[in-house]
């Protein structure tokens, strides 16, 4: 058993492998004590002696039975009881099939023949190899000799004798071979998914990082470089903004953030911008707006955030414009200034664009576009999915 990142215990992929080989030879056993009550029970009349036939069929149930309870318990075939079932099947052969006529030895009547291949089969899947040989070798020869007078009476009884024999070595050799290629598989399998977990921790643990830095970055540290810059002018908006970015950090390490109005949002974000950096932004936007999940609009907010601050930073102007609209299946949010612009194609966008904006946008199935030209202005566009 192993456990998930949630701390649930998951069966590994061996272990299922396991209880599946239990159910097959459960499954196998069934058929041919099922065939063996057929035989004894419509065949009596041709039996020699059919009280040995009937005796062989109870003891035959009940050692499944036992053998059965014992495997279910610990949730796979066990190897030692593999192959006392296999010594007791070369015995009740014997019995079976003195209990028959001699003509009858090679026909239907000698039930245990499927039933001793059964028990290969079991052995076949969960006995090392040199032993199941060995023990189903000795299988083929304790149907030969059980059988050996009716083959004296034909060409036809000999050849079914020897192929029935070659069935023993035959069946296990096939099975052995599958359920080796099905261990291997199963632990390979195992290994992938233990190593999709692995890498699922660490991308988490990274989108976390990944998340605190751009907290970090556009919140706490955006004030600290308003301040450094001196673009707060009084005192009393340099306080209201550190305040502002107090409780929005709070918030976010304690998760007490709230939904709200995509509308409403997008206005305080831009008050708290203009608060802090003396930018002028005219807000344009639809009605009927459409509602994103909260995590979609607080990716959009936070991109709005990060554009703004750039436009105070960077174009040269103390103008911009914010459009909100909802657009296709989603919401888009524009961001548009006349400053100086920049050269897309060559210019480094640095942790603001590459990760707070484009990337913070992708992690929620959404899309962020930068169009810029060198004196012509910046436009930065947003698209969050609706649902």
């Known amino acids: 058993m192993r456990t998930d990142p949630g701390g649930d215990a998951q069966p590994n992929a061996p272990g299922q492998l396991r209880q599946a080989k239990l159910l097959l030879w459960l499954a196998i056993r069934l058929v041919h004590l099922g065939q063996g009550a057929i035989s004894v029970g419509v065949g009596w009349s ?26 279910l318990r610990r949730g796979r075939l066990l190897p030692g009881l593999a ?32 039933y001793a291949v059964g028990a290969v089969v079991g052995l076949a899947l969960c006995e090392r190899a040199w032993r199941g040989i060995v023990a189903s070798l000795a299988l083929a020869l304790t149907y030969v000799g059980s059988t050996l007078a009716d083959a ?22 096939i099975v052995a071979l599958v359920s080796h290629f099905a261990d291997h598989m199963a632990d390979a399998l195992d290994h992938a998914r233990q190593a999709a977990i692995e890498s699922g921790e660490r991308l988490a643990v990274l989108r976390e990082r990944r998340r605190s830095q751009r907290l970090i970055h556009d919140s706490a540290l955006q004030t600290l470089e308003a301040i450094a810059s001196g673009r707060f002018v009084e005192e009393h908006a340099m306080r209201a903004q550190a305040r502002l970015e107090a409780t929005r950090l709070r918030a976010e390490l304690t998760g007490a ?5 995509l509308a409403l949002r997008v206005a305080e974000v831009i008050y708290e911008v203009e608060a802090a950096n003396g930018l002028r932004v005219e807000l344009v936007g639809t009605p009927g707006l459409l509602e994103p999940p909260y995590a979609v609009g607080d990716a959009l907010l936070a991109a709005t955030r990060e554009a703004l601050v750039n436009v105070a930073k960077h174009a040269g102007v103390v103008h911009a414009v914010v459009r909100v609209r909802s657009q296709g299946e989603g919401v888009e949010i524009v961001v548009r200034d ?24 992708a992690d929620v199935g959404g899309v962020a576009r930068v169009s810029s030209e060198p004196g012509f202005g910046t436009r930065v566009q947003l698209w969050g999915p609706g649902s």
């Not at 000999?158 to 192929?163: I, Q």
């Open 257 to 261: 953030t709230s939904e709200g109005a």
């Open 338 to 361: 006349e400053g100086r612009g920049f050269d897309t194609a060559s210019a480094d966008g640095g942790f603001g664009i590459e990760h707070s904006i484009t990337g913070r946008m």
């Open 152 to 173: 004296r009476h034909g060409a036809g009884s000999r050849a079914t004798v020897v192929a029935n024999a070659a069935s023993f070595p035959g069946f296990f050799t």
């Open 46 to 71: 041709a039996y020699r002696e059919p009280r040995v036939a009937l005796a062989v069929l109870v003891v035959a149930v009940a050692e499944s039975a036992t053998i059965a309870r014992l495997d």
């Open 83 to 114: 192959m006392l079932d296999t010594i007791l099947s070369a015995a009740a052969l014997v019995a079976v099939g003195f209990a028959m006529p001699m003509r009858d030895r090679t026909t239907s009547l000698d039930w245990m023949l499927p």
